[in-house]
């Protein structure tokens, strides 16, 4: 299944890839046929409400989300491991500020926080962008903290400490490597969350704006002739489902192999 998973998310971004390189499906602003138009030979996935090219669209909108989320994850990656290393090594007040702002940020719904950063921001890539970091922090910042808290008390950061080794020496040289695994899982957690988020918002016409595409974009265009021309709905909610599903296959595996100890069902 890992192997299959990485496979398959590999083709979907190797093929965004290529496309924004070599325009092999075409221009995706321009008119190449007729209105609704079948999938052909000519036109794989058919033609949209405008005679556009979808299969030049949908590879355009993969790059957009795919790029959007990888560069929200990495800088939600940065900021929780910087928050969480913190709250696990220091503890006291550092800790309990940090993970308050945390919990109250957790308990917003994810798409009702994003709404919001949408709304205060205004429509476009930058509020997708915040909306996925702040959706996508709270959770990777305590799973961070927690597993630095747990390294923090073992025997080899106990010896540093006592031998005078500096905080910030501790925190990158003995702790960010020993939670490695877990900065990885979550990683991959969030980069699944973080497209979710981003259809969602482009969905609900907070997200990517015409004439550019994302995969959100072009399910909300796609749903409006759902019986007319379904092919317009399948084929990007296709490409959604199965990127989201390799991307958390791949993250139960990292899970799996990086953390052997954590108990499993029989079942």
Do not use: C
Request: zero cysteines; charged letters at 10%.
């Amino acid at each position: 299944m890992f192997d299959a998973a990485v496979g398959v998310l590999g083709l979907i971004a190797l093929a965004a890839v290529v496309a924004a390189v070599v325009p092999f499906a075409g221009d995706p602003s321009k008119m190449v046929a007729g209105r609704l138009q079948p999938p052909s030979l000519a036109l794989p996935l058919g033609s949209d409400a405008l005679g556009r090219s979808l299969a030049a669209r949908l590879l355009e909108g993969i790059g957009t989300t795919l790029v959007v989320s990888a560069i929200a994850v990495l800088l939600t990656a940065t900021i929780s491991v910087m928050l969480g290393l913190i709250a696990g090594y220091a503890g006291g007040a550092a800790r309990e500020i940090i993970m308050r702002v945390v919990d109250v940020l957790y308990s917003f719904p994810s798409i009702v926080l994003a709404i919001l950063v949408a709304a205060m921001l205004g429509p476009g890539q930058a509020a997708a962008l915040a909306s996925i970091i702040l959706v996508t922090v709270p959770l990777m910042t305590r799973m961070v903290s927690t597993a630095a808290a747990a390294v923090g008390q073992r025997d080899f950061v106990t010896t540093a400490k006592i031998s005078g080794v500096s905080a910030p020496m501790i925190l990158v040289r003995h702790l960010l490597p020993n939670i490695s695994g877990t900065i990885a899982v979550q990683g991959t957690y969030a980069l699944s969350v973080g497209i979710l988020v981003e259809g969602g918002l482009s969905f609900l016409g907070y997200g990517v704006q015409p004439p550019h595409s994302s995969l959100g974009l072009l399910i909300q265009e796609g749903s409006a002739y759902m019986t007319q021309a379904p092919w317009l709905l399948f084929a990007p909610g296709a490409v959604l489902v199965l990127a989201i599903l390799a991307i958390n296959v791949i993250g139960d595996t990292l899970r799996d192999r990086l953390d052997p100890r954590e108990p499993r069902s029989l079942v």
